[in-house]
C-alpha cells in the first residue's frame, strides 16, 4: 500500500526561525512529490521534484528530494506570521496513474 | 497559473437531501478531475477520479451510490451527496489536471464546506 508520511505533526516557532518539515514515502512506480501549503481553503501549489539531489527553491522557501532514501524536506527560512498554515506532501506515481498520495500534513504556527 | 472554481463554497443542508458541488477549469481543459474529502485537521482523502465522458473510479471504503460524480465535459465534474447525513459533513475539494502541464500537477479549487443538520 503506498504510504506518504509526515513529522513532524505540528511545529509552533517563532517569527525569523528557520524550519525543516519532513516527508518520507513508499509509493510504486514514484514518478514525483509535490509540496503544498493549505491556509483556510484549499492547498495552493509550492513545488514539484522529481530528480534526486536538485534544491528548488522560491524566495524563503526551498526543498530536495533523495529518491535512494525516499524522503524530501521543506525548509522555511526567516519565518513570518503569514507561513502558518499546515504544509501538505503529496507523491504522485503508484498503480493508479494518475493519483496523488497525500501525507498527513504538518502543521505550522509562526508567532509573532 | 491555471484556476479551479467550485461552487457552493459553503453548503447547510438537512439529514436525507442531496446536495450537488461542482468543480469547473476555467481556462483550461481537465479531461480529468479529482475529488477528495477533508476532515477537520486532518489531510485530504481522495475520494474518486472523475474521468470526462467516463464512469469516475471510486477508491476504496467510498460509496459509488452515496456520492454521485458526473464529468458531463471537459470543463465540469459534479458530485452529489445522496441522502446526505450529519457524518458526511466535511470539506470537500476538487482538483484538475491541465493536460498540458506535468503529470502530477494538479490545481485546486476553493473547496466547499458541507453541514448537515
Known amino acids: 500500500e503506498d504510504k506518504v508520511v509526515q513529522s513532524p505533526l505540528s511545529l509552533v516557532v517563532h517569527e525569523g526561525d528557520t524550519v525543516t518539515l519532513n516527508c518520507s514515502y513508499e509509493?510504486?512506480?514514484?514518478?514525483?512529490l509535490l509540496w503544498y501549503k493549505q491556509e483556510k481553503k484549499a492547498p495552493t501549489f509550492l513545488f514539484m521534484l522529481?530528480?534526486?539531489?536538485i534544491e528548488k527553491k522560491s524566495g524563503r522557501l526551498s526543498s530536495i528530494l533523495d529518491k535512494k532514501e525516499l524522503f524530501s524536506i521543506l525548509n522555511i527560512t526567516a519565518t513570518q506570521t503569514g507561513d502558518s498554515a499546515i504544509y501538505l506532501c503529496?507523491?504522485?506515481?503508484?498503480?493508479?496513474?494518475?493519483?496523488?498520495?497525500f501525507g498527513g500534513g504538518t502543521r505550522l504556527m509562526v508567532k509573532p | 497559473g491555471a484556476v479551479v472554481s467550485q461552487h457552493p463554497s459553503w453548503v447547510i443542508c438537512k439529514s436525507g437531501t442531496s446536495v450537488k458541488i461542482e468543480c469547473r477549469s476555467l481556462?483550461?481543459?481537465?479531461?480529468?478531475m479529482f475529488w477528495y474529502r477533508q476532515f477537520p485537521k486532518q489531510s485530504l482523502m481522495l475520494m474518486a477520479t472523475?474521468?470526462?465522458?467516463?464512469?469516475?473510479?471510486?477508491e476504496q471504503g467510498v460509496e459509488k451510490d452515496k456520492f454521485l460524480i458526473n464529468h458531463a465535459s471537459l470543463t465540469l465534474s459534479t458530485l452529489t451527496v445522496t441522502s446526505a447525513h450529519p457524518e458526511d459533513s466535511s470539506f470537500y475539494i476538487c482538483?484538475?489536471?491541465?493536460?498540458?502541464?506535468?503529470?502530477?500537477?494538479?490545481?485546486f479549487g476553493p473547496g466547499t464546506r458541507l453541514t448537515v443538520t
Open positions: 482538483s484538475a489536471k491541465d493536460p498540458g502541464q506535468a503529470l502530477e500537477e494538479q490545481y
Open positions: 509509493v510504486t512506480n514514484f514518478r514525483s
Open positions: 522529481t530528480s534526486s539531489g
Open positions: 503529496a507523491v504522485g506515481g503508484g498503480n493508479a496513474g494518475n493519483m496523488l498520495t
Open positions: 481556462d483550461f481543459q481537465a479531461t480529468t
Open positions: 472523475s474521468n470526462e465522458g467516463s464512469k469516475a473510479t471510486y
